[in-house]
T-cell receptor, first 115, second 119 residues
Framework: NAGVTQTPKFQVLKTGQSMTLQCAQDMNHEYMSWYRQDPGMGLRLIHYSVGAGITDQGEVPNGYNVSRSTTEDFPLRLLSAAPSQTSVYFC??????????????FGSGTRLTVV | AQTVTQSQPEMSVQEAETVTLSCTYDTSENNYYLFWYKQPPSRQMILVIRQEAYKQQNATENRFSVNFQKAAKSFSLKISDSQLGDTAMYFCAFMKQGAGGTSYGKLTFGQGTILTVHP
């Protein structure tokens, strides 16, 4: 039982490049989310999914794309990287999305630098 | 929309002493949950404690306890007998309880407080 696995842990991109941050969970969780963490701003929700084939935007979705073809995987795509996307990215998953069921399990994060 | 404010960017405490981290929030919701997460230098997000808004009793987890004041929209975290391993960034977070109990897991986080425990 690996929990929530994020890859890569570190990445440096050039402006304009595209890449995909991977997130996988083996807990059969329906709910998955992507957050970005920036100094002085806490974590902010980028996109979330309530099940395979269903995604929706969070607070800061611009410049990011997601899809959910399987229950296990929820990749985050940067279409054309910009320096403003330099951040630490967290993937999180939950069985039901309900706080009373235990809340969310977070991955260990991906530190992305765009130069 | 909800907002969560942590007004203390940094705090420090001596080992074995007690420290309180502050958190205030703004919401028009009546049913919600509040959380404290710990983020040590390893970057892992660890759930410390959770409080249901409908419960008047303050949540406690070993050395960690909260002071939940619903009317004042305040949710502070008290760490007793501080240990060196408590050194971390602490985040306060809000999640509303949606229709049917589902909120889609949308967490709203505060800015974080860096806590340093000195030997």
């Amino acid at each position: 039982n690996a929990g929530v696995t994020q890859t890569p842990k570190f990445q440096v991109l050039k402006t304009g490049q595209s890449m995909t941050l991977q997130c996988a969970q083996d807990m059969n969780h329906e709910y998955m989310s992507w957050y970005r963490q920036d100094p002085g701003m806490g974590l902010r929700l980028i996109h979330y999914s309530v099940g395979a084939g269903i995604t929706d935007q969070g607070e800061v979705p611009n410049g990011y794309n997601v899809s959910r073809s399987t229950t296990e995987d929820f990749p985050l795509r940067l279409l054309s990287a910009a320096p403003s996307q330099t951040s630490v990215y967290f993937c999180a998953s939950s069985y039901s999305g309900r706080a009373e069921d235990g809340g969310y399990t977070f991955g260990s994060g991906t530190r992305l630098t765009v130069v | 929309a909800q907002t969560v404010t942590q007004s203390q960017p940094e705090m420090s405490v001596q080992e074995a002493e007690t420290v309180t981290l502050s958190c205030t929030y703004d919401t028009s919701e009546n049913n919600y949950y509040l959380f404290w997460y710990k983020q040590p230098p390893s970057r892992q997000m660890i759930l410390v404690i959770r409080q249901e808004a409908y419960k008047q009793q303050n949540a406690t987890e070993n050395r960690f306890s909260v002071n939940f004041q619903k009317a004042a929209k305040s949710f502070s975290l008290k760490i007793s007998d501080s240990q060196l391993g408590d050194t971390a960034m602490y985040f306060c977070a809000f999640m509303k309880q949606g229709a049917g109990g589902t909120s889609y897991g949308k967490l709203t986080f505060g800015q974080g407080t860096i806590l340093t425990v000195h030997p």
